[in-house]
């Protein structure tokens, strides 16, 4: 069992129980509630008192920690029946809710785990979104599953700024898996193509993305940067 050649950071934890006693058919992307770099990220997990780890982490900037080997169960999800058959990913957020990923942060989960599908040999990637459904379904031999936290714990993990894009996310990775690549040519990272600031400042004026605490949450979600469309918005009203 390999690990992913995206990894740019190594930090083993000893936060783990050894050997999977499950096969890989799940992959469980968590928040941070905070922008940590990967070198931060490996700082706090190597903390026997944690007890706690990820298989991957990914830092504010895109890069990737490699926490616990593929081939080992982490501690992650406050369950061990779906850690030893996840790989369990740590994704730089921000602190506060929605606890929104920046488009670095998401496509990189994009990449690694279009990786991580390939190379256990999947073709799909599938999210529920209904708990019961997602945890007694029965992958099929090319099939991955998402879970999250929040289903086996009292946590928003992983916000809800990742979860509202997870139905993306399956459905970019899947495609991305049945895409065939052109000989001697590199497939492209995704990309989330967002508008400019002054734009959804206009948008913002005109009333298409509500107001006060709904609007802030909803520009953060589809991650804008709320204090920079404020003060445009602002400076287009004076």
Same mark, same amino acid.
């Given at each position: 069992?390999?690990?992913? @050649? =995206?990894?740019?950071?190594? &930090? =083993?934890?000893?936060?783990?129980?050894? &050997?999977?006693?499950?096969?890989?058919?799940?992959? !469980?992307?968590?928040?941070?509630?905070?922008?940590?770099?990967?070198?931060? $990220?490996?700082?706090?997990?190597? %903390?026997?008192?944690?007890?706690?780890?990820?298989?991957?982490?990914?830092?504010? %900037?895109?890069?990737? #920690? #490699?926490?616990?080997? /593929?081939?080992?169960?982490?501690?992650?999800?406050?369950?061990?029946?779906? +850690?030893?058959?996840?790989?369990?990913? /740590?994704?730089?957020? +921000? !602190?506060?809710?929605?606890?929104?990923?920046?488009?670095?942060?998401?496509?990189?989960?994009?990449?690694?785990?279009?990786?991580?599908?390939?190379?256990? &040999?999947?073709?799909?990637?599938?999210?529920?979104? %209904?708990?019961? *459904?997602? $945890?007694?379904? @029965?992958?099929?031999?090319?099939?991955?599953?998402?879970?999250?936290?929040?289903?086996?714990?009292?946590?928003?993990?992983?916000?809800?700024? =990742?979860?509202?894009?997870?139905?993306?996310?399956?459905?970019?990775? !899947?495609?991305?898996?049945?895409?065939?690549? *052109? @000989?001697?040519?590199?497939?492209? /990272?995704?990309?989330?193509?967002?508008?400019?600031?002054?734009?959804?400042?206009? /948008?913002?004026?005109?009333? *298409?993305?509500?107001?006060?605490?709904?609007?802030? &949450?909803?520009?953060?979600?589809?991650?804008? %940067?709320?204090?920079?469309?404020?003060?445009?918005?602002?400076?287009?009203?004076?």
């Amino acid at each position: 069992m390999s690990n992913s @050649k =995206l990894v740019n950071y190594k &930090k =083993l934890s000893p936060n783990h129980s050894g &050997k999977r006693t499950h096969k890989i058919d799940r992959i !469980t992307p968590h928040c941070v509630v905070g922008q940590c770099s990967v070198e931060t $990220l490996g700082s706090i997990f190597m %903390d026997r008192n944690r007890e706690a780890s990820c298989n991957y982490g990914i830092g504010t %900037d895109g890069r990737v #920690l #490699l926490c616990v080997e /593929e081939k080992n169960r982490s501690w992650c999800s406050s369950s061990n029946a779906n +850690d030893q058959r996840a790989i369990t990913i /740590e994704c730089a957020s +921000d !602190t506060y809710s929605p606890y929104a990923m920046n488009s670095k942060v998401y496509n990189k989960l994009i990449k690694l785990c279009i990786d991580i599908c390939k190379r256990n &040999k999947k073709k799909k990637l599938l999210w529920f979104k %209904d708990k019961n *459904k997602s $945890l007694s379904y @029965k992958p099929k031999p090319d099939e991955m599953v998402i879970t999250v936290h929040r289903w086996f714990a009292n946590k928003s993990c992983p916000g809800d700024g =990742l979860y509202s894009r997870l139905g993306n996310v399956a459905k970019e990775v !899947t495609k991305a898996l049945n895409t065939p690549n *052109k @000989k001697g040519t590199k497939s492209k /990272e995704t990309t989330t193509k967002k508008k400019s600031i002054d734009s959804i400042a206009r /948008e913002v004026i005109n009333g *298409k993305w509500g107001n006060g605490a709904d609007r802030k &949450k909803r520009l953060i979600s589809a991650g804008y %940067d709320y204090n920079a469309v404020q003060k445009r918005v602002n400076e287009l009203l004076r």
